[in-house]
């Protein structure tokens, strides 16, 4: 038996005497998109024990603060660490505060402020949880955020200017 006659699936006794690969042809599929990290992943950042962070935080869905961040902040979720400090402006939808917040902080859901947890400023909430121990001072608001109804049964009356009091 010689080279030409090599019984296929057998290997070849060198690279010069290898079958070629069958040809293929490669064409993109129809409707795909490159591999790009999907936003439905959640994007969390973790500020460590002894690192500092300045400036704004961006398409951040978790921040957690376990050393000190001086930002302004638009996300899903804010955990200030017990140890962790937070100064400037957050806007989240749920707040966790083991350690300190200073500044204004809006929590269109849930702020809840754990024993250790120390909130100053201006702040705004959905809903707010103080455990025994834990601090809030300065203006504090119930978040008044109007919601955007399907059906106009639903909609709320509309107060004329002559109907309103005044506060």
Known sequence: MNDTDQIPGTPASGLDKAHPAPSVPITPQ?????????????????????????????DCDSLAVEGTV??????EVLEVAEGGTY????????????GR??????????????????????IKYGRIEVEPGGKI???????NISTVVSTPAERPQ???????TAK
Request: no cysteine.
């Open 30 to 58: 129809q409707g795909t998109k490159p591999n790009l990290i999907s936003r439905s992943v959640k994007a969390r950042m973790t500020v460590g024990p002894g690192i500092k962070v300045k400036g704004d935080v961006s």
């Open 70 to 75: 001086e930002a302004t902040l638009v996300s």
């Open 87 to 98: 100064t400037g402006t957050a806007t989240v939808t749920d707040a966790e505060i083991h």
């Open 101 to 122: 917040f200073e500044g204004e902080l809006t929590a269109t859901g849930v702020l809840k402020i754990l024993s250790t947890g120390h909130v100053t400023g201006t």
């Open 137 to 143: 001072t300065g203006a504090i608001s119930l978040n």
């Open 158 to 164: 509309v107060l004329s200017s002559r109907n309103a």
